[in-house]
């Protein structure tokens, strides 16, 4: 499936065969950037989740390497001439990566990682332009790729990841992280959830440890967040996010409205078109439902309906009597078993934005809103 891969002038190719095509992907990566396959590998895990239960591999890799892959993607991997072990006694890594989006959840990250944590973004260039347009003006590794446009993305949710792992040993990587938020996941919503228990096979196979400064908060934190640390750059994030009157971008516009009155200062704000028609239908959506409550308390009805419609009454008498503080505040289970120096460096800055942790009401209604959701949305025991 893979041969003949090769790093020259800048850009890492993999062709690669399947039944229907061949094609090659690529990298754009640093000139001085030196190829190892082992990396490559443990790369490609995460373009190939569990799709193939066969893969080639023509190029030759560590026997720690084959073994962490096929256990990865629960494929047999056919490799070339095996390479050397791994050393028992691996370089000391000690650097800290954000892969980075420019979006509003990897802009409120970087606001709660140190200053010298490094950024890591993927131009797929297309219907993504819009992102470097904005992530360009930061100092950060980009990556150009075409494996989102050859359909790669599709595989695992955790492709955004992949320059981490490609970029692990050049910028001496011990730590990555995402700007994922509560609501980005089902999981999330188990109370007793750490750090700890996220599923990260690809890249704790690549010798790399997860810390997600923001998973803690919900979108509206990460709003309060960016106005409080970037208000400067809140619309130009919009806009690289989604295109104006998408659903994701009324979303985003609706939670910078709703996070204003948190702000240390005057912020100037699109005004949102209360006229047009709703872009989604409650019930359908987690992250939209979840935030309709926080919006609908807020901002009123008229602003919620352009993200779900309606909201059935009896739902709506349940959510009245709650004061839903929580949607603005963190939590801190997700900071559990994770580097205690990030973590406080990440509370405190959070705080500076009013984003304080749970009270024990506010656990109570998130439980309470957890259970609401639960009619509509399936959460893993």
Same mark, same amino acid.
């Given at each position: 499936?893979?041969?003949e891969i090769e790093?020259a002038?800048? @850009?890492?190719?993999i ?5 229907? $095509?061949?094609d090659?992907?690529t990298?754009?990566l640093?000139?001085?950037w030196v190829l =190892?396959?082992?990396? %490559? ?7 190939? !989740?569990t799709k193939y ?6 190029d030759a890799?560590?026997?720690?390497t084959?073994g962490?892959v096929?256990s990865?993607?629960q494929?047999e991997? @056919?490799t070339g001439? &095996?390479?050397s072990p791994v050393?028992?006694?691996p370089p000391q890594?000690?650097d ?6 420019g ?6 990250a970087?606001?709660?990682?140190p200053?010298d944590a490094?950024l890591i973004?993927? =131009?797929? !260039? !297309?219907p993504?332009?819009r992102?470097r ?6 100092p950060?590794?980009?990556i150009s790729t075409?494996?989102r446009?050859l359909?790669?993305s ?7 990841g992949v320059g981490?792992? /490609?970029?692990r040993?050049y910028l001496n990587?011990?730590t990555y992280s ?5 609501e980005?996941?089902?999981w999330?919503?188990?109370a007793?959830? &750490?750090?700890g ?5 690809w890249f ?5 440890t997860?810390?997600n400064p923001?998973i803690?908060?919900t979108? %509206? ?5 960016i106005l #409080?640390? $970037?208000p400067?750059l809140?619309?130009?994030? +919009?806009a ?5 009157g #998408?659903?994701k971008?009324t $979303?985003?516009l609706? +939670?910078?409205h ?6 240390p200062?005057?912020?100037?704000? =699109?005004? @949102?078109? %209360?006229?047009?028609?709703p ?17 609908y $308390?807020v901002?009123g009805p008229e602003y919620? &309906?352009?993200?779900v419609? =309606?909201i059935?009454?009896?739902i709506l008498n349940r959510?009245?009597? /709650?004061?839903?503080d929580f ?13 205690p120096?990030l973590?406080a460096?990440?509370?405190?800055e959070?705080?500076v934005?009013?984003c304080v942790p749970?009270?024990? &009401?506010?656990?109570q209604?998130f439980?309470? @809103?957890k259970n609401?959701?639960?009619?509509f949305h399936?959460?893993p025991a």
């Open positions: 499936m893979f041969s790093f002038n800048g @850009v890492l190719s062709p690669f065969h399947e039944e229907t $095509r061949t090659s992907l990298f754009t640093p000139q001085d =190892d396959t082992d990396l %490559v590998a443990l790369a490609l895990t995460t373009l190939l !989740g239960s066969t893969v080639v591999f023509s890799i560590s026997p720690e084959r962490a096929e990865v993607t494929a991997w @056919v001439a &095996t390479r050393s028992d006694s890594r000690n800290l990566a954000l892969n980075f989006s979006g509003f959840d990897s802009l409120a970087q606001a709660l990682l200053r490094h973004s993927l =131009d797929f !260039g !297309g993504f332009a992102e347009e904005f992530f360009k003006d930061f950060t590794h980009t075409n494996f446009e359909g790669f599709l595989n695992t949710w955790s492709f955004m981490s792992i /490609l970029l040993d990587l011990q995402f700007g994922a938020i509560l980005a996941s089902p999330h919503f188990n007793g959830m &750490t750090s228990n996220l599923r990260q096979a704790n196979q690549a010798g790399l997860i810390f923001v803690g908060l979108e %509206v934190g990460t709003a309060m967040i #409080s640390h $970037r400067e809140a619309l130009r994030s +919009l690289s996010v989604a295109g104006a #998408s659903l971008h $979303r985003k609706l +939670l910078l709703a996070a204003a009155c948190h702000a200062g005057p912020i100037s704000l =699109d005004p @949102v078109n %209360v006229e047009q028609p872009l989604g239908v409650f019930g359908t959506n987690l992250a939209n439902d979840f935030l309709s409550f926080y919006l $308390r901002l919620t &309906t352009l993200l419609g =309606d059935p009454a009896d959510i009245r009597p /709650l004061s839903l949607y603005e505040k963190i939590n801190t289970n997700f900071y559990s078993g994770v580097s120096s973590t460096h990440a509370l405190h959070a705080a934005s009013q749970y009270t024990y &009401t506010d656990w209604e439980l309470e @809103v609401i959701l639960a009619q399936e959460f």
